[in-house]
């Protein structure tokens, strides 16, 4: 029994000492968890991105005079810059720090310690305070940084107590002269890579590169057509991400030129040449009997009306403006007669898989459907032979005209039956303008193709003393434009290029009417329109699947040498 309760005594001895430990222990590890976290406040003051530590109560000051940077409004440094420090205190300014960090890295890098300010003149007098501030400098090369590199520079001043204070961060690009450094590679794509004087082209220069600034950041300019003459230069701030757009008016090749400018070398361009040919929508100019063309020459002419007073002239025949053709063209002398056309449905209708077919009185004609497909190629019906001259002859199976009336100017054609016809020969329909310049000219007053009157003698219009139908073509060889052209006012009138639209205001070059529209512009009356409606400056419209047995049409295309 004894034994037990000496056992018993020693066991609870033991305890007591044990819990005596624990009780210190813990109170060790209590006090040692306080000083870690005063530690770690003390370490985390003087971190980077703490601007101040104080001791005494006060803090030094500095700034970083030069360079002067922001992240929106950065400089550019070449291989090694010059850095000016300001740093006060109120009793003194032990050491001056200078620290780089890389923009993506968040440890900082010691550059160099400054102990003593730069004498005087040693100072730039641009950088110099005007209170008399020391300053403190030091050379950085950045020698080794990558090019392009965006790099945060900032000064650390302490005083005598061991206080800290940094200055505002400096925001620079890295741009050495090691040899490495190039214009942007210039390159581009254009769509359609070849095309016709109809096609609007798309230029795209999205795949330009740099070694450093992206797409968004590279300004581009462009010479459409490789005469000198930047149709959107830098100044206009078109970058390589910026598509954009330019058509023709002349058939031939093009050099289209790329010039390409990065942020840091702006006395340097890259540069990239493609050769991009345009056609006539039919090719190669071709038209049946060539000889009845005439050349229309390049310049300024005056187009609509010029007598604001005049009772017959419409609200849409102003406002007279001058009009710049740059290129001569083309335009057939009369309309195109019944014989010519019917050899064009002739070749269309031919073959195991005739392009135009007979649908009751109308010949629908299906085109090459060749992607993309636009609007004014689907299958359209082309002309009406119920209000044609032109007839079905079923011992031929083919298109026939009476013999009297071949030479008559084909009607009941459709806008798109006069289009089909242009293109299939490398033609097409003239603009509004150009045919009005084939007119008259610039003769700014006059109204006809010969002046300012009509007379009977003149012209097929209505007129008691005319015969109220349609005639052949070249009916009234005396009554020619100036330049030689017959027709134009009056028997019938003609389809042109354009949408229907009011003239804009101000001076035109090569104008073509708007991109789409309702209705296609007509021109030069018929024989049922009075002398007002025949007028050279008269305008009409109508839908372009209209056939009329008053509207016929003539052809053009645009020179090319």
């Not at 991400?241 to 031939?252: A, G, Q």
């Amino acid at each position: 029994m004894r034994r037990e309760g000496l056992k018993l005594g020693s066991s609870r001895r033991g305890v007591g000492v044990g819990d005596g430990r624990v009780d210190m222990q813990r109170k060790i590890w209590l006090l040692l968890a306080v000083l870690l976290v005063v530690w770690i406040g003390v370490i985390s003051s003087c971190s980077e991105d703490s601007v101040t530590d104080s001791r005494d109560g006060t803090f030094p000051q500095t700034e970083i005079l030069y360079p002067i940077s922001t992240a929106d409004n950065r400089i550019d440094i070449s291989d090694s810059i010059d850095v000016y420090i300001t740093a006060t205190d109120d009793q003194e300014v032990t050491r001056v720090e200078l620290w780089t960090s890389p923009e993506t890295e968040s440890e900082a890098t010691l550059l160099a310690t400054l102990t003593e300010p730069l004498p005087d003149s040693a100072v730039p007098d641009s950088l110099k305070p005007a209170d008399g501030r020391p300053v403190y400098g030091d050379r950085w090369y950045t020698r080794l940084i990558r090019n392009g590199t965006i790099v945060r520079v900032f000064s650390r001043a302490y005083d005598p107590e061991g206080n800290a204070t940094r200055s505002d961060l400096v925001i620079v690009r890295i741009l050495n002269e090691g040899g490495d450094l190039f214009p942007p590679d210039a390159q581009f794509t254009i769509s359609p890579p070849a095309g016709t004087v109809e096609d609007l082209f798309m230029f795209d220069a999205s795949l330009t590169t740099d070694q450093i600034d992206d797409p968004s950041q590279i300004l581009v300019r462009w010479d459409f057509d490789g005469d000198g003459t930047w149709e959107y230069d830098f100044d206009d701030e078109i970058y390589a991400t910026t598509e954009v757009t330019h058509d023709y008016t002349l058939p031939r090749v093009y050099d289209v030129i790329l010039e390409a400018r990065n942020t840091y070398l702006v006395n340097q361009v890259g540069r990239r040449q493609r050769s991009l040919e345009v056609t006539n929508v039919g090719g190669i100019p071709d038209p049946l009997e060539p000889q009845e063309m005439i050349r229309i020459p390049a310049g300024i002419y005056s187009v609509g009306t010029a007598d604001t007073s005049s009772p017959f002239a419409d609200e849409d025949e102003f406002p007279l403006h001058r009009t710049n053709l740059t290129n001569d063209f083309f335009i057939r002398r009369t309309e195109v007669p019944n014989r010519l056309y019917i050899l064009f449905l002739a070749e269309k209708m031919a073959g195991e898989e005739p392009q135009v077919t007979i649908e009751g009185t109308d010949l629908v004609y299906y085109p090459d459907l060749v992607p993309p497909v636009e609007e004014d190629s689907l299958p359209r019906t082309i002309v009406d032979l119920g209000i044609s001259r032109l007839f079905y002859d079923p011992d031929g199976d083919s298109i026939a005209i009476e013999p009297g009336d071949r030479n008559l100017p084909v009607v009941g054609v459709s806008w798109y039956g006069a289009k089909a016809y242009a293109e299939n020969y490398g033609l097409r329909l003239p603009t509004e303008h150009e045919w009005e310049i084939a007119a008259k000219a610039d003769s700014m007053n006059w109204i006809y193709p010969w002046g300012t009157t009509i007379m009977p003698d003149q012209a097929n219009y209505n007129h008691p003393e005319s015969p109220a139908m349609v005639l052949p073509i070249g009916s009234y060889p005396a009554a020619q434009s100036p330049f030689g052209l017959l027709d134009l006012s009056g028997n019938v009138k003609e389809w042109v290029k354009d949408w229907y639209a009011d003239y804009p205001s101000g001076p035109q070059t090569n104008p073509e009417g708007p991109l789409s529209g309702n209705r296609r512009v007509i021109r030069g009356g018929s024989y049922q329109n009075t002398a007002a409606g025949v007028r050279v400056t008269a305008r009409e419209a109508g839908d372009p699947t209209q056939r009329s047995p008053q509207i016929g049409f003539r052809t053009a295309y645009t020179a090319t040498e």
